[in-house]
């Protein structure tokens, strides 16, 4: 079979066929994680940006023009861009897009510009490029097109010799980046780029592969529905309405919020874009569904039918009160004087949330290492903030990429992006802004002030492996320090002063110590009071966070 061009309606088929292959095979990619943590993200990161823009894409109907596809993919996957292979991955499209738009069909020519377009606009986006990652493995495609691109004009064979060459590339980034060739697997970027670039193969292949992919169809929402289970009605009210969001739901919170349904009603019908959310339930207490519906945003269209008969006017009455209640409330805090400097700050945990609250931050973005929040997500919290400059507190060093891609999209404020790579420097951060000084000399000092903050992390182990020379089992609880595992072994509490031992030194002040979800203040004492005795002239203070996944967030300052 020969190809020699494809056109707008290939393209996208394509382009949907890589976001679900990469969909489907998320979990697998998440599990390349070098460091043996439970909050492996690469795949999911990767699979949510290009999801955001399979969303736009699935919107344009069957034959798109090739510059709105072009648009689609490009501004769907940047602002649903998640982490650093997130973001790598969006401006890998950006630069392949800016090509492929200004032609009706795409040839192998074409093709090979856009692709050293792509890889050209993802390494500029790159402050500090480093070989043997995602970055690398689109090299490698880019150059094996580059040296096909006069050799045919038949798509199908250079798009295969692309992708066996960029498969060996893959193969040979544990010999690029050590720390791969340690932990025995390969850069989990490249892995997820290479799934894209296959299911978009196959495609182009006629293959009939199992891509099911939930997009929306021309004029309409993105769709995801729950089918309605039972024919016999066991829950008296029909309880309609849409949400018009405040920032777009979460795959996440969209789950949550249907189990939450589930959990006081049947027939279930969520009908979800980024701007507003259709609910249909039957339920015998609508002001449940409504109550949870306005942590989301404001309702209209409210509709209640009562199946059995009774109190309609009654509760429609009700629920309209809420709603324009809280659309009131929503009002008056945009009509508040706009102020000088703002913050933006992500957080892990109620309890970290507090702290960040009571130290001034404008808007908390929920997420950090479990769930990277997008750049859609960081332009909702700046569009909240209703101040000249805002700061962003990414506080984490998968979410810097993302802040800075926000920051590059606003025009109407200054952001400024301070970057914090764990929750313990964005809390150091905050106490030392000075309002009454510029914007530049915060940025200066808070930036100063981050890097004399050391952060250790207490968790567990998913899976057996060797790094940073320590031998590890599954279950293993570990401390891990700035840049490398710092403590390894089966009691807790060892674990967590050994990592400590490794973190403080004759110029340490202070150590924070804050308790997860799954730790106690108790459990936090006993760490604190052994310090103490250890370290006299140590001031050691307990704090809840609350985050997840981590028993302990530690600071040495």
């Not at 090739?66 to 501004?75: D, E, P, V």
């Not at 903030?385 to 990414?394: E, G, R, S």
């Not at 595992?485 to 002063?497: E, S």
């Amino acid at each position: 079979m020969k190809i020699t061009s494809i056109n707008s309606s290939q393209l996208a088929k394509m382009f949907l066929a890589g976001a679900s292959n990469l969909d489907a095979k998320k979990e697998w990619i998440n599990e390349l994680n070098v460091f043996p943590v439970p909050d492996g993200d690469t795949g999911t990161n990767m699979s949510m940006t290009i999801m955001s823009a399979a969303r736009e894409v699935g919107g344009l109907g069957e034959k798109p023009e090739m510059k709105a596809l072009a648009k689609a993919i490009s501004s769907g996957s940047l602002r649903g861009a998640r982490g650093n292979s997130g973001v790598i991955l969006s401006q890998l499209f950006r630069g392949f897009c800016k090509v492929v738009g200004e032609y009706d069909e795409v040839d192998v020519c074409v093709l090979c510009d856009a692709m050293q377009k792509a890889v050209e606009t993802a390494y500029k986006a790159v402050m500090k490029p480093k070989e043997g990652t995602i970055l690398t493995v689109a090299k490698g495609a880019a150059d094996k097109a580059l040296e096909l691109v006069d050799e045919t004009d038949d798509l199908v064979y250079f798009c295969d010799e692309v992708i066996k060459h960029a498969d060996y590339v893959l193969s040979q980034t544990p010999e690029m980046l050590p720390v791969l060739k340690q932990a025995g697997v390969v850069d989990s970027g490249g892995q997820g780029l290479m799934q894209v670039l296959k299911g978009a193969y196959d495609c182009l292949l006629g293959k009939e592969v199992d891509y099911t992919i939930d997009v929306p169809t021309a004029g309409s929402s993105f769709v995801k529905i729950s089918a309605e289970t039972e024919a016999e009605i066991k829950f008296g009210y029909c309880t309609e309405f849409i949400i018009v969001l405040n920032k777009p739901m979460t795959d996440k919170e969209e789950l949550e919020f249907k189990a939450f349904l589930e959990s006081i009603g049947d027939s279930i019908v969520v009908v979800a874009d980024d701007e507003v959310t259709k609910t249909h339930v039957h339920t015998n207490d609508p002001g449940l569904a409504i109550q949870k519906a306005l942590t989301f945003g404001s309702l209209s269209k409210i509709k209640i039918d009562n199946m059995r008969e009774e109190h309609e006017e009654k509760l429609i009455k009700e629920a309209e009160k809420v709603a324009e209640q809280q659309a009131l409330e929503a009002a008056e805090k945009k009509a508040e004087p706009r102020k000088e400097m703002g913050f933006v700050a992500v957080s892990i945990g109620e309890g970290m949330n507090e702290i960040f609250r009571g130290l001034g931050v404008d808007y908390i973005i929920e997420g950090g290492q479990t769930m990277n929040p997008s750049t859609e997500d960081m332009l909702t919290a700046i569009d909240n903030v209703n101040a000249d400059t805002v700061f962003i507190l990414p506080n984490n060093s998968n979410i810097i990429m993302a802040a800075n891609q926000a920051a590059s999209i606003v025009d109407d404020k200054e952001i400024i992006v301070i970057p914090t790579k764990t929750v313990p420097q964005g809390i150091t951060a905050v106490i030392n802004y000075l309002p009454d000084v510029s914007a530049e000399e915060n940025k200066e000092t808070m930036v100063e002030a981050i890097s004399a903050v050391k952060t250790g992390q207490v968790t567990y182990a998913v899976r057996d492996t060797e790094i940073d020379g320590f031998e590890i089992k599954e279950n293993d609880y570990m401390g891990i320090g700035d840049k490398s595992i710092l403590a390894v072994g089966t009691d807790m509490n060892t674990v967590t002063l050994e990592m400590l031992e490794r973190m403080i030194d004759e110029d340490s002040e202070m150590v924070s110590i804050y308790f997860g979800s799954e730790s106690s203040e108790e459990d936090a004492t006993v760490i604190a009071e052994a310090l103490e005795e250890k370290y006299p002239d140590v001031d050691v203070e307990v704090n809840d966070g609350g985050q997840p996944i981590y028993y302990y967030v530690i600071s040495v300052e």
